[in-house]
């Protein structure tokens, strides 16, 4: 063969019209063997289509190949020479590993899809409710009252003197708020006139509300001792702590439109803990130990500031959790801070806050260690904690004096009415203890007096 194929090229190429246009072709068929091809062209014909030929053979012999290796790639065939037979395999096992992760993360998508749509369908409820209550009071005529305020020649007789909206406040709708502190006389006529005292005695619980749903289990309620307008001196603010890390917050008109849990103000909350004073809300900023006083009738942040050495996201809280590591609160004496640090070793800390700048002013570290305690209170410069959360006859069981700088212990009998008060906190604009106790918002009353000496 091999001498018929040289006498054949020998042949053309001594032709001088075929000289430099003579090809020769080598390769192997589909079946893997090798075979020489030589071309000339044509003496006579000026064109011939081809079909088959050399070329289009060797096409056919790499698409075959190509399909032998995408079958193997694919799990199939894994005789393809030169190639391993694991490879395959291994391909295939990278391609589950994607698909198993892109079908978590479509569940996780759907089931944060669910949840938006629950808490959409949830907040379309109570704006229904909202809208309803804004009607019954639209149509309310007014109560029939004695003007706060002198008639005025130029004031049109179409104009009301009452309002229901949250947002305007004045002398008309003026409501004085009953007097939080008891006026029982102390034991040995040791009563305290000026304001401030040592905590006596705190009164049983009265439950103002129950809340809606499961993000009502813990939360914060609360009211500005220094209120700036447009939010009047009654309203109060509820802030539902569970299942989001977005935390909603809501204002009420008064004590009766939170009972009836109409709110007339909401909004977002990013936040672990707050409180309210002088038309700012200060809260801890969350998984941080950073404070950020929030100015609410401009809905800006006015300051930001971090806790010096601050335990943060569940290293110092109290012994019932909920990230309550940084505690805010206010009393006579301003804003202040109880919180621990590496330090102090869990110890409790209280720090006096500047309420423009946030900055700490003076600091006491006591002995009673935070996660012993289910909550803390200040009033009138003194910290006092309670000692079970989930017990319904506890007791205040310490205090501790920031004017001596000195701490002792108390057995003042105090009552978690529904077994577990998650908030307790003093509030100055009704001089009583503020709680949130298994979806209850109640508040105690309290007796402020003199000790006698032992």
């Known amino acids: 063969m091999f001498a018929l194929l040289s ?78 037979q694991g490879s395959g395999a291994r391909v295939q096992s990278e391609l589950q590993e994607a698909l198993n992760r892109a079908v978590g993360e479509r569940n996780l998508l759907q089931r944060e899809k669910e949840r938006l749509e629950r808490e959409l369908n ?49 002398a008309p709708g003026f409501q004085e708020l009953k007097a939080a502190v008891t006026e029982v006389p102390a034991p040995g006529g040791n009563e305290d006139n000026t304001g401030c005292g040592e905590l006596l005695s705190v009164g049983e619980p009265v439950t103002h509300r129950k809340a ?3 993000e009502g289990k813990y939360g914060i309620w609360m009211q500005d001792p220094e209120a700036v307008s447009p939010y009047g001196p009654n309203m109060l603010w509820r802030i539902d702590a569970i299942g989001a890390e977005v935390k909603q917050m809501f204002g009420y008109e008064d004590l009766e439109q939170l009972s009836k849990g109409f709110p007339s103000k909401a909004g977002l909350l990013e936040s672990t803990g707050a409180t309210m004073y002088r038309g700012s809300l200060y809260y801890q900023r969350r ?4 404070l950020i006083r929030y100015h609410l009738s401009s809905e800006s942040v006015a300051a930001r500031r971090e806790l010096p050495h601050a335990g943060f996201h569940g290293q110092f809280p109290y012994s019932w959790g909920g990230y309550t590591d940084i505690d805010l609160s206010v009393d006579e004496n301003g804003l202040w801070a109880v919180y621990s640090t590496n330090k102090a070793k869990g110890a409790i800390v209280i720090s006096q806050l500047d309420p423009e700048s946030l900055a700490v002013k003076k600091s006491w570290e006591t002995n009673i260690r935070k996660n012993s ?7 009138c410069g003194k910290l006092y904690t309670v ?68």
């Open 373 to 379: 305690v289910a909550n803390s209170f200040i009033i």
């Open 212 to 214: 809606d749903n499961i």
């Open 387 to 454: 000692a079970s959360y989930a017990s319904r006859e506890t007791t205040i069981n310490y205090m501790y004096d920031t004017e001596t700088s000195q701490g002792k212990n108390l057995a003042i009998p105090f009552k978690n009415k529904y077994g577990y008060n998650s908030m307790i906190d003093y509030s100055l604009a009704q001089r009583k203890l503020f709680g949130w106790d298994n979806f209850h918002i109640v508040s105690y009353d309290v007796r402020l007096g003199r000790q006698q000496a032992n």
């Open 287 to 290: 998984n941080s130990r950073t």
């Open 122 to 170: 949830g907040l379309q409820l109570r704006m229904e409710e909202m809208r309803r209550e804004t009607e019954r009071l639209r149509n309310k005529p007014c109560p029939q009252q004695t003007p706060m305020v002198p008639p005025s020649p130029t004031l049109s007789p179409q104009v009301s003197l009452c309002s229901d909206s949250a947002w305007q406040y004045g």
């Open 7 to 84: 006498f054949c090229l020998c042949g053309l190429l001594m032709r001088g019209e075929a000289q430099d246009r003579a090809t020769l072709w080598r390769g192997n068929d589909r079946g893997g063997r090798c075979h020489y091809t030589f071309t000339v062209p044509s003496p006579v014909e000026s064109s011939c289509p081809q079909i088959g030929g050399p070329e289009v053979e060797g096409l056919k012999a790499r698409l075959n190949l190509l399909e032998v290796l995408v079958s193997q790639l694919s799990g199939g065939d894994s005789r393809l020479p030169g190639v391993q």
